[in-house]
């Protein structure tokens, strides 16, 4: 049975009881009107947390100090900054992502080992940490902040991304809140970006970690908007019980309706990320049916979605399905050329691996008159079904990225 599910209306990383959240300006960035650059979510009672770190051998040190102190499975907060990645600057990254969560958990009046740090921005610069040691009491936490804090995580964003929803656990009401930030250096093995959740609900530790880890293999793990996985993604889940209740566990009604809570916020968040893609003008969804395996129709999905011709074909509004078979193909998914069938936008194009007659002049219509251009992929090898999204390849990703740096 489907959970009962309600999209809050300006919901926000917040909107669960009993966190708090804020941002300022630190002059990370370059300063423009309203920008922020630090940020806080902090939970007024101690929440359990789940994890998941990224898999890139190149590690910021402000992932590596997170992933150290999630082993506990509790924490209070998390501290962000946007503008510096802390990563490949040596040791003194450790000892920089050490004190600012001195100075998050001074300010927020809480133990140094239950405050993580999440850094976001430019590869090989040191964090500033005099700006910081300046501007951490100058984020103003509150329940309403969490669209502040969503805000300071943003880099190359152009709109900050959040999500809340409310869902009935055994006849109580539970809300999960989600902040994330992403739109460039984005393939994830893990989640290639910055994602919090946080929720009321009392969720037990070790379920919760479950459930993120399969939230974020149906989400996070299916978006790529060009295939380049980051050195810091960091995905934090944060339940802190005050909706009361007894704790949801493993096996149970509520858990199964906790976990597809949790799956759409992180799949809201995911496609949100991929829509906001650098210079993207068009999300793009593939959904793998019929696979002869959930791993074989996860591979032909992202393949396809992540595939520069596809992406340079969708910017296009070119309907040359001979791309989707090349992608399909080298995905290593096991297939039968002759029992595919592909769809463009619920338009039929290809049957038992061949051609079929239809109105090409329709199909560059439904195309180039929608925002989301959906592929279809019927293998009819099994029952298993997967969905991937990504985005069209435009002329200004390549001009964005020929001078991140300069």
């Known amino acids: 049975m489907a959970a009962m599910i309600e999209i809050i209306s300006d919901g926000s990383v917040t909107s669960a009881k009993g966190f708090l959240a804020g941002g300022t300006y630190a002059g990370l960035k370059t300063q423009e009107d309203g920008v922020l650059d630090l940020g806080i979510l902090f939970s007024e009672t101690p929440a359990n947390l789940a994890a998941t770190f990224s898999t890139n051998k190149i590690l910021s040190p402000s992932v590596v100090l997170s992933r150290q102190r999630a082993e506990r499975g509790v924490a209070r907060g998390v501290v962000a900054n946007s503008g510096c990645a802390n990563c490949c600057v040596g040791d003194q990254g450790l000892t920089d992502a050490a004190e600012l969560t001195e100075l998050a958990a001074s300010h927020t009046g809480v133990s140094v080992e239950d405050m993580l740090v999440c850094s976001t921005g430019m590869i090989g610069v040191e964090l500033p940490m005099a700006l910081l040691r300046q501007h951490v009491g100058n984020v103003s936490l509150s329940g309403g902040g969490g669209h502040d804090f969503a805000r300071s995580i943003m880099t190359t964003d152009t709109r900050h991304k959040e999500v809340a929803v409310s869902v009935d656990l055994g006849g109580r009401n539970a809300v999960l809140g989600g902040a994330a930030k992403g739109v460039g250096m984005i393939h994830p093995n893990m989640a290639t970006m910055l994602a919090f959740v946080a929720t009321d609900a009392p969720v037990e530790q070790s379920f919760l ?28 889940a944060f339940a802190n019980g005050q909706a009361g209740g007894a704790e949801v566990v493993a096996g149970s009604a509520e858990a199964e309706a906790f976990e597809e809570a949790l799956t759409f916020v992180c799949t809201s968040l995911a496609k949100d990320m991929v829509r906001d893609g650098e210079g993207a003008k068009k999300l793009i969804e593939v959904t793998v049916d019929e696979a002869g395996s959930l791993a074989d129709a996860r591979k032909a999905a992202r393949e396809i979605s992540t595939s520069s011709l596809v992406k340079a074909m969708v910017h296009g509004n070119d309907p040359n399905w001979g791309r989707l078979m090349m992608a399909l193909g080298k995905s290593g998914a096991d297939m039968d050329e002759s029992k595919i069938q592909i769809y463009i936008n619920d338009i039929q194009i290809v049957d038992e691996g061949k051609s079929i007659p239809f109105h090409l002049d329709s199909v560059v219509s439904a195309m180039a008159s929608s925002p989301d251009v959906r592929f279809g992929i019927r293998l009819n090898m099994g029952d298993a079904t997967a969905t991937a999204w990504g985005c069209d390849l435009t002329e200004e990703y390549v001009t964005f990225n020929s001078a991140y740096s300069t």
């Open 209 to 236: 970690q479950a459930a993120l880890s399969r939230a974020v293999d149906t989400s996070f793990n299916m978006c790529s908007v060009d295939g380049d996985q980051s050195t810091n993604d960091t995905v934090l």
